[in-house]
């Protein structure tokens, strides 16, 4: 499974998710030019991670999702916002494609997310750590490093 | 990160960081290893973990890694730790996401000669009995007050509705229910993940195996716990599901505040936690106990699929074909026990996250079965390596806070192991050493290649050396079921 995500940003050597190695864990180096594009690029790594086998919106109805967290920084929202997507890609094997953020805030963000069903996953996400996670200003924006329990 | 000046060598097979060596150490930290799995020790983070746990407020004695130890997050995987009574901290990372994952060991009075003919058989019953991989729902559908009835009582739920026996519960660490289990402290957004899991294997390293126990170390421990050269034993290895994951979350991040209300500074966020005798240390402790009780009821329901699947394959083919328990343990808990800390029987929160319990005889905790021996121990291997049945002993009480290894330990990431193991050809190479894979995944599968783990003979001989459990039988696969 090819992990590295371009970002879409036209500069073809900026890779917007990338695997990292952990020993027990799968772990996504995420990139953004600012904070929103670092969620939505995240929410993309963590899709690929658990290897969406459908065939996308032709035949599917799409379905709409409302997201709402809250947390005590960048940071715990980072987390929140992926454990939210987790949580509905194991119980509905629901794939987001579409991603509009409404409010990002300092500690809550709101999104409505068009996506579909998909026929099954490859992997499910136990959970999404706070394991050494910061996010650290770059030239070209934002990474950060998350660690995701499979 | 730890270097290898910083390690002091205790005896052949136990080493220490002195509490000297880094600020914020409130005891020294040790770990059961040997020269050459040191090597794999000091290239990941393990240590530096093992180091960041003893520093917890109320940590005791040291802080302690068996030879299985890998770098986790938090904790490391392989970590044990325990906290004073009261004002002693409790971290939900100390258990872990999968809480009570778990191994339970089925024993019968079958051996491999009389139903090799009906391995393809069997392999297929329980593939199809036993819900394994991603997304697929249990058999048994649990109402929302059933549910909550499961988190409360445990085992004894499978018990009163025809899923246990009482050897069963009698052969379960704590009887398959920690007391103190608390449903209502277990959020909607875990009973929904929770819901339809129960009775289900998941995916990863959980797995279903059918055994020939291939030797005996220990003949007399082995004759009490039912064990015999050639017979045929079945393991099942999984935890508390999407319920169990979401309840650590949960936990974790309502610490996230309660760390620093509490004024502690933590080196990392998965440490946070909360004092035993606070609000939120009690809530988390009762929700991890009602997590714990699901875990213990996932097994058990996933035994008695697997004891009809016997029933359905070998009825009218053999005779004796009834499988018993021979015992249930936790390798991801958080219990409150009594250990001697200088000299004295002190109250302590152990935390064992990848380290099983391994009580020495006498223990009252233990069923009047093994009391005389020691508590059986069960540790898994990998996909075709062996996995071991041991006994704990009276020094792991001394030394190790009744703690030992809980498997092989991962010395390969995920995403090495998909790019160096093709699967197709690991399957292959098992099967031509007669094992038989049902798996979900196939990339699943690479990732659990035997090569992605430490050596789990290693592992086993290097806690029998120092002592802390003590070898009692070696079990080799012959099917393997996984998600």
Known sequence: ?????????????????????????????????????????????????????????????????????????????????????????????????????????????KAAISGYRADRVEKLIKAVTYHDLKILVTPDGLEATVVFDV | MISTKQIVKKSDHLYEIPASCCDGMRVPARFYSDERLLKGVVGDRSLDQLVNTACLPGVVKHALAMPDMHQGYGFPIGGVVATRLPDGVISPGGVGYDINCGVRLLGSQLEKGQIAPYLDDLAAALHASCPSGVGKGGQVRLSPKALDAVLDSGSRWALKNGFATDTDLEHTEEGGCLPGAGASGVSQRAKQRGQNQIGTLGAGNHFIEVDEVDHIYDEKAARQMGLFPGQIAVQVHCGSRGLGHQVCSDYVKAFQKSSRQYGYRLPDRELVCAPLDSPEGEAYLAAMQAAANYAFVNRQLLADQIRKSFERVLAGRL?????????????????????????????????????????????????????????????????????????????????????????????????????????????????????????????????????????????????????????????????????
């Open chain 2, 319 to 483: 005779k004796r074909f009834q499988l018993f328990q021979i015992y249930d343990i936790a390798h991801n808990m958080a219990k409150i026990e009594t250990h001697r800390i200088a000299g004295r029987p002190t109250r302590v929160c152990v935390h064992r996250k990848g380290a099983t319990r391994a009580f020495g005889p006498q223990s009252p905790e233990l069923p009047d079965t093994y009391r005389a021996i020691g508590q059986p121990v069960l540790v898994p291997g990998s996909m075709g390596t062996a996995s071991y049945v041991l006994t704990g002993t009276r020094r792991a009480m001394r030394h190790s806070f009744g703690s030992c290894c809980h498997g092989a330990g991962r010395r390969m990431s995920r995403k090495q192991a998909r790019k160096s193991v093709q699967a197709a050809a690991l399957r292959d190479e098992l099967a031509s050493k007669g094992i038989r894979i049902r798996a979900g995944s196939m990339a699943g599968l690479a990732e659990e290649a035997p090569a992605a783990y430490k050596d789990v003979d290693r592992v086993v001989a290097i806690v029998h050396k120092a002592g802390i459990a003590r070898l009692t039988a070696r079990l080799k696969p012959m099917v393997v079921i996984k998600g």
């Open chain 1, 1 to 109: 499974m090819g992990m590295d995500i371009q970002s879409g940003s036209g500069d073809p050597t900026e890779t917007a998710v990338s695997e990292v190695d952990h020993t027990a864990d799968d772990a996504l180096l995420i990139r953004g030019a600012d904070y929103g594009k670092l969620l939505q690029n995240a929410a993309m790594g963590l899709y690929r991670l658990v290897g969406t086998t459908g065939t996308g919106m032709p035949g599917k109805p799409p379905v709409e999702k409302q997201v709402s967290v809250d947390a005590q920084d960048a940071e715990g929202l980072l987390v929140e916002w992926l454990s939210e997507l987790a949580f509905w890609v194991e119980t509905e094997f629901f794939i987001g494609s579409d991603i509009r953020f409404l409010e990002i805030g300092d500690r809550h963000l």
